[in-house]
């Protein structure tokens, strides 16, 4: 059973976490105007030619392609520097899939964030699609695991639909660790538009020991 009381979107307070702001690269800014267009073109409707925008773009793509390093050596590089957050599908300013959503604190380890979802996670008519809600959730509650000091790999995530979640109005995602017992460890996490309560969740996590470690040394190639 989720307890909501300390999933209270209302509460306050805390401090900023996983930020990352050095963007000396640029990488955060261009991001940021591929999201524009990801935005814009989700159901787009445009009174103009797109035929000369889309050869721009794809003079654009050209270019990063040519300018970009292999997929195999930006991933080992994801690894080997220990910068998950900045490429992660929720939090991550340099993904495109990512909102990004940023979380606080709070004084009890509770994380809480702050989004308003566009139209490119819509699911039913205004509503966030549940696959979403479910990313919201795993990253949440694995982002409070990790800042409470014991993380792992999601095993089960429960999530219970109770209301529906609105794109295109502010939402709060807040997630938290309640309980670790050897490598076993449960969090649980809410959504909530205003006071009303859309989604609850609860997951299981398993810290994978070696695997992890492993996968990390190979895929930096060391
Ligand atoms: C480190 C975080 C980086 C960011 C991650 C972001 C979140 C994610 O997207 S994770 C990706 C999605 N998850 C996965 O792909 C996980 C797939 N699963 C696995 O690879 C393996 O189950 C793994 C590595 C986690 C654990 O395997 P292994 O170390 O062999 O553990 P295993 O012995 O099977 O299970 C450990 C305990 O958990 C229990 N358990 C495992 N799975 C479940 C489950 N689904 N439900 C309930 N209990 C379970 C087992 O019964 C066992 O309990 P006990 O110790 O009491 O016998």
């Not at 998950?84 to 990004?100: E, K």
């Not at 549940?130 to 000091?149: I, P, S, T, Y």
């Amino acid at each position: 059973m989720v307890e909501t009381g300390p999933l209270d979107p209302s509460r306050g307070g805390g401090g900023r976490i996983d930020r990352v702001d050095d963007d000396e690269a640029g990488l955060f800014a261009l991001v940021d105007q591929v999201r524009r267009i990801r935005a814009l073109t989700t159901g787009g409707l445009f009174d103009t030619d797109l035929d000369p925008l889309t050869a721009q773009l794809r003079e654009v793509a050209d270019r990063l392609e040519a300018a970009s390093a292999s997929t195999e050596r930006r991933q080992a590089v994801t690894w080997s520097t220990g910068d998950y957050v900045t490429n992660c599908p929720v939090v991550g300013r340099s993904n495109v899939l990512a909102p990004p959503i940023a979380f606080d604190i709070l004084d009890d380890g509770t994380l809480r964030g702050e989004v308003t979802l566009g139209l490119e996670y819509q699911g039913p008519p205004a509503c966030v699609h549940g696959g979403m809600v479910a990313l919201l959730f795993d990253v949440v509650l694995g982002r409070a695991n990790f800042h409470a000091g014991a993380t792992g790999m999601t095993v089960y995530l429960d999530v219970d639909y109770r209301s529906p979640t609105p794109v295109l109005e502010p939402i709060v995602v807040t997630g938290r660790q309640v309980r670790v017992e050897g490598r076993k460890i449960w969090a649980q996490g809410a959504i909530h538009a205003g006071d009303r309560l859309c989604a609850t969740a609860e997951g299981m996590f398993v810290e994978p020991g070696g695997l992890l470690l492993e996968n990390r040394r190979r895929l930096a190639g060391g």
